[in-house]
């Protein structure tokens, strides 16, 4: 259901604590236990851990600070995997898994509230330095864990309390509470040799990809760094609160309705057949051939939707694929006929009544909207056909128009009000940010012209700001090699370093086991990067709309949107039913229960899950990014088009999931007014489905490709104003030179003599004396001065 992929982004869903370790990481939850009860022993014999009084608890955990410091490396790797098995909640002393999660939840806050973090931050710095380790690791022709031990111990205890810490429970005591503000806080504040955590994590990311650091355990990176941004910034529920905060703060009316609350009540969509798909039914019919589902009426269109999805038979799953292989890409049957239903399966409930469906909400789901461009055009083509002339840009003379016509601006300003105050024109200078009107935020450099709020998305903005194109290329270049429909190249990034063993496999057993752990690798490597773009994009676009720009700009030009579509490129349905992984193994499962023998039968079985909502949250992800790089931008628009990827997109919609659905009609929507009236006269059902879906604009003729912006003007015009608009943002809001060894020299005598000098405030009482002594008693060669101006 669609309320899957919000729990995914945001609070208080966590992504499984699993997904940090890879299977080939088993056998160190046994050492990790070794390590820790060989010292606890020496020190506290007799009893267990969850024995322990709390202040008995502190007074350990500080024995173990104290140990982290010693020089010894194999002594202090020791001390890091007892740490590191408190976290993981002692397990070894607990009979369930929910015993497992209340100790690694206590554990986490006593390791925090005792300083255990900074201390870690110091180690994770200290490994990242050590040009040994790199250096050893870049001439080996194989890297495996062992390479990768210390970080990867490092960072597993990292994450767990980020994540652990991160999460709200009813439960949580008020120190608890306290403890969860100061880390959020900490967090996102430049208290790590003057930059967030986030920036520390993003140098690890850019190191790996450059190839100076391949034994870096990027996945576990990737992992923190998300949830990192998650934690600082806050998920999308929170992005909801802080946009109606916003919206109360400059005056503006209440959002006409949740986002996230429409998309959860949508439905997947399930056109009736159009009269060419009836008609080739009834020859496919005469031959023989079994049609592709029952006619359905559109009145009966909801009642259909709740059948059980699961109860077609995958012989004819496989004949249609057939056919779809043959007749290519173009030559496709429209996917919206396909009946794959993403929903989990429960049995399937009777039909209701037709009674019930009058209760069902009536309408389209979205309030319109519209631009100021929209009203100008409006007012343009009004005053031509009642008046004969035009006003040019003017949107207030209303003077001889009738009366319905000013009824109707009135109507197109009460919609657009609140864009003109949060988005600004582009041939404007850039003005203030729209929400951050409060506290000064003073950045080494800064014009100092203007306040700025000092948020965790400003603060992580500045400081990416010097290296922001190398932070997306690397993010890029990792989803590429990460993605299924890429190619081994000797020369692309290896990714694998975190989850091949030292020991290859000898059996086919151990095999199947290596194939499933590096594709789920993989797979929540796709996850990360997806979530971890997403959150950057919303946040930026909240706090700055030319933080946003730059970001969205650095990655069209790093071509993400060919990538996407790339990655879109496969079968999409496989991809999202895959089963990469192995229930058993995962943690705490494999630590809390007995093992059962893994056979090859049961590794191609998989889990019980019809789909991995894993790939799912990663596809919807994707798509999402790609439609806030394309929105409103013709040029990027057009990228869509000579990509060809309308026909990737309609493989797409063969996944019946409302919001996955949503966003691939969003992006067709946006192009259909360059494929042409052929391919709308041929796929009327997606047309239907984008009217019915994806919200209206006000004045919009999508369907009909009539708009003046689907000529074909020089596109490359408006990147490039909108990148000079962003350069003038930059240089007058972040730009370090301006007071700098390197500033431009101001030759002008009127400018020079206009500027503000800052003078001590006793300046005034000795005045006269300084005019006497530096001016008046001072000779001046005025021959000599004009000598040189010649």
Known sequence: KPGRYWANCAPPYATPNHEIYSYTEEPEFALNRDYFEEDFRSHVRGRRWIELGQEQQKSYVMRLLDALEVTDRDKRLKVARAILYLAQGVFDECDTDADVIHWSRHNVFLLYDMGIFTALLELLSMEMDNNQACSSAVRKPAISLADSTELRVLLSIMYLMVETIRLQTEDDRPEWRTAREAFKTELGSPLYNGEPFALLLFTMVTKFCSMNAPHFPIKKVLLLLWKTILFTMGGFEELQEMKVRGRERLSLPPLPEDSIKVVRSMRAASPPASAMELIEQQQQAKRGRRSRRPLVKQDSLDTYNERDPFKNDDARDEEEDGE?????????????????????????????????????????????????????HFLETSRNKFIGFTLGNDTETLVGLPRPIHESVKTLKQVRREISLIIPPLSSPPPPPPLNTSIPLSPPGSSGEEDVDETPTEIVYLGMLPNLSQYVIALLKLLLAAAPTSKAKT????????????????????????????????????????????????????????????????????????LILKF?????????????????????????????????????????????????????????????????KHSRTMMLVVFKSAPILKRALKVKQAM??????????????????????????????????????????????????????????????????????????????????????DNCLQSVLGQRVELPEDFHYSYEMWLEREVFSQPIQWEGLLQQAR
């Open 491 to 562: 020369d692309s990034i290896n990714i694998l370093a975190d989850v091949l063993p030292e020991e290859m496999p000898i059996t086919v057993l151990q095999s199947m086991k290596l194939g499933i752990d590096v594709n789920r690798h993989k797979e929540i490597i796709v996850k990360a990067i997806s979530a971890l773009l997403l959150l950057l994009l919303k946040h930026l676009k909240l706090n700055h709309i030319y933080q946003f720009e730059i970001v969205s700009q650095h990655l069209v030009f790093a071509n993400c949107i060919p």
């Open 660 to 745: 996955m659905q949503l966003y691939v009609l969003k992006l067709l929507k946006i192009q259909t007014k360059y494929l042409g009236r052929q391919w709308r006269k041929s796929n009327m059902k997606t047309m239907s489905a984008i009217y019915q879906k994806v919200r209206h604009r006000l004045n919009d003729d999508w369907a009909y490709g009539n708009d003046i912006d689907a000529r074909p003007w020089d596109f490359q015009a408006e990147e490039c104003a909108l990148r000079e608009s962003i350069e003038k943002f930059n240089s007058r809001r972040y730009d370090k030179n301006q007071n700098g060894e390197f500033a431009p020299v």
């Open 324 to 376: 779809e292989a043959d007749s290519g890409i173009e030559g496709e049957v429209d996917p919206l006929d396909s009946d794959v239903i993403i929903q989990p399966p429960p049995p399937p409930p009777p039909l209701r009544p037709p009674t019930e469906r009058a209760s069902l909400p009536k309408g389209l789901p979205w309030a319109p909207k519209v631009r100021e461009k929209d009203i100008e």
């Open 568 to 632: 879109f490129n496969q079968n999409i349905l496989s991809y999202i039913s895959a089963k990469n992984s192995i229930c058993v193994l995962d943690f705490p499962h494999c630590v809390v229960h007995e093992m059962p023998e893994l056979t090859a039968e049961s590794l191609e079985a998989g889990d019980r899950n019809q789909f991995c909502w894993r790939n799912l949250f990663s596809c919807i992800n994707l798509l999402r990014i790609l439609n806030k790089l394309t929105k409103w």
